[in-house]
């Protein structure tokens, strides 16, 4: 759906998001109190940070293993990964992997890649025993808050976004919003005790060099830069320009009152 291949390459964009938003992760990983002995599978692993924590957080007493289509991502992932934990390149929808093998499958912003979520959540459901555990992570389920001084900027911003969205890759609306259904998807796949948590990754000024590293190249310079020019007026998108520019008095990471607001879902059910 997001046009995901063996040959797509965005590892420095999830490398850059993994140290970001690496204490909300683990704290998420880590309230999942996953048994000693457990066999984790993290589906869609991209570069293969949240094996590592996984494992760090069972304290090496588990077997964790990642999975994802990217040959790119993959290479990344076998080196992130503690030594000894298996990384396998392969199709989610196809997994070589048999059924009833794991006690948690975790899925962070992947499930919404796949043209059919609710068959990818039946596939990963299947590679659980009876009484194992989905997770189904999605970041911002609700809009981000990046200029808390101006939200008229803000939101004509995330409209262009959206505008480049649906041209680019001919999604609707609809399909946009689809990522919202992560609670519908667990449950149409039949799994019980679904159970949700909403945490917000928060930031202000000063930010450190992680925070500072992905909102400038991943979300200023990756999701918004030039290519949203054709989408916004001429003096709102210099706005944003000067407002986006390291070397510019207005740079908006530099601002006192900068704030910083990104959702975090994570979703639980049990099969
Ligand atoms: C947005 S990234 C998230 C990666 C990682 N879970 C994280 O949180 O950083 C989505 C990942 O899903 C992978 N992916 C997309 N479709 C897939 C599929 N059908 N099977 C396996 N991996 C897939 C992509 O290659 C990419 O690494």
């Not at 199709?91 to 070589?96: A, E, G």
């Not at 679904?194 to 917000?200: A, G, W």
Request: aromatic letters at 8%; one cysteine or more.
């Amino acid at each position: 759906m997001l046009g995901d291949t063996p040959q797509r390459d965005y590892a420095e964009k999830l490398k850059m998001f993994n140290a970001f938003a690496r204490p909300e992760l683990c704290e998420a990983i880590d309230a999942l109190a996953v048994p000693a002995g457990s066999r984790v599978l993290d589906a869609g692993c991209g570069t293969g940070e949240a094996v590592a924590w996984f494992h760090q957080s069972i304290q090496g007493r588990a077997m964790v293993v990642g999975m994802d289509l990217a040959t790119a991502h993959i290479h990344i992932a076998r080196r992130t990964a503690p030594t000894g934990a298996p990384i396998l390149q392969a199709d989610m929808m196809r997994p070589p992997l048999a059924d009833g093998s794991f006690d948690l499958v975790w899925a962070v912003n992947a499930i919404n890649h796949l043209s059919d979520p609710v068959a990818g959540v039946r596939v990963l459901s299947n590679l659980l025993r009876p009484g194992g555990r989905l997770v189904i992570g999605q970041s911002s389920l609700l809009p981000d808050m990046y200029f808390a001084w101006d939200s008229r900027l803000e939101r004509i911003v995330n409209e262009a976004v959206r505008q480049y969205y649906r041209e680019r890759y001919g999604r609707s609306e609809h399909d946009l919003a689809a990522i919202r259904s992560l609670v519908g998807w667990l449950q149409t796949a039949e799994l019980r005790q679904v159970s949700v948590r909403t945490r917000m990754i928060e930031r202000t000024h000063p930010l450190t060099e992680a925070d500072e590293r992905y909102l400038l190249h991943v979300i200023f310079r990756g999701t918004w830069g030039e290519r949203l020019r054709p989408y916004l007026r001429r003096e709102d998108f210099e706005a944003l320009a000067r407002l986006c520019d390291p070397d510019d008095a207005c740079y908006a990471l530099r601002r006192p009152d900068f704030h910083f607001l990104q959702s975090l879902t994570i979703a639980v059910a049990t099969k």
